[in-house]
């Protein structure tokens, strides 16, 4: 009972933090959000939500001043990306960034071979990851409900690996890099209808800042 009685409390702040944040930027928000979460609260926001991204990059964030730094250094990265990546979906999420590719942009149908377009536009992604290498890069891979939960579970995986892969030999630094499959289990949309199913079939790339980078956001906070 008090496992779940705090679960409870750290959902319903959460849920107040969002909406007290309306009338911030994205910058201030990833200040606010940091200042109130921590790896507990990703997870659980993350498996609530369904979004794995939300939760990874809430749990890593900083918050307070130094959260609004590292926001500020992540707003620009993310505006380049949306200019020189226009198939990945971009979005700014607290003091990190969630690049999602659909699995129809990267792969060939039941494939986990990178097509001739996903080498196009992974090489547009990976100009940029170079010029910010103060940054951690997370690769998730995700299905759609169809075919057996260990199959898509492997497939989701290799597609990850065979990103991660391909990233790292385009001189993306090993130790920046982490590799995640999770098949069905957690969709962001509905995968009741062949549009959802579609966009579930995705791969994600989750940016947040390292050591380095929270080090120098937090110098910088105090000037």
Do not use: W
Not at 72 to 82: G, L
Not at 92 to 103: A, L, M, T, W
């Amino acid at each position: 009972m008090k496992r779940i009685r705090f679960i409870t409390i750290m959902i319903l702040s959460t849920a107040l933090l969002f909406s007290s944040c309306a009338s911030l930027n994205k910058t201030q928000k990833g200040g606010a959000i940091g200042a109130a979460s921590g790896g507990a609260m990703g997870a659980i926001i993350g498996k609530v939500a369904g979004n794995t991204g939300l939760g990874a990059i809430i749990g890593a964030a900083v918050g307070g001043a130094t959260g609004a730094v590292i926001g500020h250094k992540m707003d620009k990265q993310a505006a380049e990306i949306k200019n020189t990546v226009p198939d990945a979906k971009v979005e700014r999420v607290g003091e990190g960034i969630v690049v999602e590719f659909s699995s129809n942009v990267l792969f060939g149908f039941d494939s986990s071979n990178l097509s001739p377009d996903a080498k196009t536009n992974l090489d547009k992604l990976v100009k940029i990851l170079n010029v910010y290498p103060d940054t951690d890069i997370e690769v998730q891979g995700h299905t759609d409900s169809k075919g057996t939960e260990p199959y898509n579970q492997n497939l989701s995986q290799n597609r990850a690996g065979a990103v991660s892969g391909y990233l790292y030999n385009k001189g993306i630094a090993n130790d920046r890099i982490r590799t995640k499959g999770f098949g069905e289990n957690m969709p962001k949309y509905d995968n009741n209808t062949e549009d959802g199913r579609s966009q579930n079939r995705r791969v994600e790339f989750l940016i947040t800042a390292n050591e380095k980078m929270k080090a120098e956001a937090e110098k910088e906070a105090v000037k």
